[in-house]
Nanobody
């Protein structure tokens, strides 16, 4: 059964860190680009980061460049998003999804979305 399951969210103070995990099953992870997206209340979903099927290339939204790092461990069928120097505007539900296309942060290019994990950055 094809699944992408996010975990690792929580409440953190500004300046803090979290590491999100996207555990996958039911398909060959190495054949897909994996992306992270987020959606804040009342806002549209936005692309945060993605990593190529080889793991050698990554892409970041300008708002998280230099603070977030995406990585993948195909042996564990898991993709990670390390988030440092978190800001209140990083608050939202974070989702992972897969794509057969190239590096892209466009939501319509992705499918098989997970259920999301809540990240709240607040003092």
């Amino acid at each position: 059964q094809l699944q992408l399951v996010e975990s690792g969210g929580g409440l953190v103070q500004p300046g803090g860190s979290l590491r999100l995990s996207c555990a996958t099953s039911g398909f060959t992870l190495g054949n897909y680009v994996i992306g992270w997206f987020r959606q804040a209340p009342g806002k549209e979903r936005e692309g945060v980061s993605c990593i190529s099927s080889s793991g050698r290339t990554t892409k970041y939204a300008a708002s998280v460049e230099g603070r977030f790092t995406i990585s993948r461990d195909d042996a564990k069928n898991t993709v990670y998003l390390q988030m440092n120097s978190l800001k209140p505007e990083d608050t939202g539900v974070y989702y992972c999804a897969r794509s057969r296309l190239g590096l892209t942060l466009r939501g319509p290019d992705f499918g098989s979305w997970g259920q999301g994990t809540q990240v709240t950055v607040s003092s």
